[in-house]
């Protein structure tokens, strides 16, 4: 059976280990897209680190959590903002101004709403972290 949303499985795998406190869990298959995400996750010290692993199928990422994340998920669909709009959004998903991040596509890659907000540019909602 195929997944419908594997990036959505994925966050909801990584937030159940950090519910039940382990310190490591698999996903998979591994996307590039989700490769990115995991690497903003883990620069704003959401996850401890990652690792691809190639297993000759879809590939699979073990990541190391750090246990600093309290809920987790995607946004759908992957709504279109401008920078201009980006603060409703932060609103409507973050618990509160400064605390978490939303990652978004752009047209410079994948980077959480504050690096977009810096550059001025916009893109597509893909999850959030809190």
């Avoid at 990036?7 to 406190?21: E, F």
């Avoid at 310190?23 to 995991?38: I, K, N, Q």
Wanted: aromatic letters at 8%; glycine letters at 14%; one cysteine or more.
């Amino acid at each position: 059976m195929t997944k419908q949303n594997p990036i959505a499985d994925a966050m909801s795998a990584i937030k159940n280990a950090g519910d039940t406190g382990k310190l490591a869990v698999t996903v998979e298959p591994a996307s590039r897209l989700f490769g990115d995400m995991l690497k903003v996750m883990q620069e704003y010290g959401y996850i401890t680190g990652f690792e691809k692993i190639d297993d000759g199928r879809g590939g699979q990422f073990q990541i190391a959590l750090s246990g600093g994340i309290n809920k987790c998920g995607v946004i759908t669909p992957r709504f279109s903002v401008k920078v201009e709009d980006l603060e409703s959004w932060e609103i409507r998903y973050l618990p509160g101004k400064g605390f978490g991040i939303i990652i978004l596509t752009t047209s410079k890659g994948v980077m959480s709403h504050e690096q977009a907000r810096k550059l001025g540019v916009g893109g597509e909602l893909l999850g959030y972290v809190f």
